[in-house]
């Protein structure tokens, strides 16, 4: 079974701080796949990042970093200078090839991120 | 590319009726289609998973009877919930993926079903 972690419920935070929302996965799989959506107000979930489990380079884009360190089953998410537009829900996900037979993702409990101004 | 649409955006029914959601994929074609649901301030779950021209796998939990589900066709997946109830108002969200190529998931916008 696959479990994912996000121990943060919440953090708040000033903003132009930078912000490092935490995420541990659990999978026997050895092929896996990890993502990172954004949730506003609105509902509809963006998608942020797709990390296979063999590619463990770092990644960066603009204001956004992931750190994958697959010794510590760890994908977390840094949001650098944090505007109060990045405030939301932040949901963790994976996706192994074994769940049940389906390979629909299972989601981390999420960790609301409150800029504030 | 890679647009889901989900009809209706929201849905207020009473008690004992059914509700059917929609859910398209605008500009591909997607072999499977996934239903999700979530409550306030929690996860999205996953209920099931929807092959086109198959049955649907639901996951453990997941009354098949009362949430039924149809895919009919390469770009669209429909779910009825049936006589539903109070505690069945959620926010209900597909996903589509491609039948082809990349792995990643497409989500719709999300359908916020409230039973009176």
């Known amino acids: 079974a696959q479990k994912v972690t996000q121990a943060q419920t919440e953090i708040s935070v000033v903003e132009k701080e930078d912000v490092t929302l935490d995420c541990v996965y659990e999978t026997r799989d050895t092929t896996y796949y990890l993502f990172w959506y954004k949730q506003p107000p609105s509902g509809e979930l963006v998608f942020l990042i797709r990390?296979?489990?063999?590619?463990?380079q770092n990644e960066i884009s603009g204001r956004y970093s992931w750190n994958f360190q697959k010794s510590t089953s760890s994908f977390n998410f840094t949001i650098t200078a944090s505007q109060v537009v990045d405030s939301a829900v932040y949901f963790c996900?994976?996706?192994?090839?074994?769940?049940?037979?389906?390979?629909?993702?299972?989601f981390g409990k999420g960790t609301h991120l409150i800029i504030q101004p | 590319g890679a647009v889901v649409s989900q009809h209706p955006s929201w849905v207020i029914c009473k008690s004992g009726t059914s509700v059917k959601i929609e859910c398209r994929s605008l500009d591909f074609q997607a072999t499977t289609m996934f239903w999700y649901r979530q409550f306030p301030k929690q996860s999205l779950m996953l209920m099931a998973t929807s092959n086109e021209g198959s049955k649907a796998t639901y996951e453990q939990g997941v009354e098949k009877d009362k949430f039924l589900i149809n895919h009919a066709s390469l770009t669209l997946s429909t779910l009825t919930v049936t006589s539903a109830h109070p505690e069945d108002s959620s926010f209900y969200i597909c996903s589509a993926r491609r039948s082809v190529g990349r792995y990643e998931q497409y989500f719709g916008p999300g359908t916020r079903l409230t039973v009176t």
């Open positions: 996900a994976l996706r192994a090839y074994s769940g049940g037979g389906a390979d629909g993702l299972t």
């Open positions: 990390r296979n489990s063999f590619d463990e």
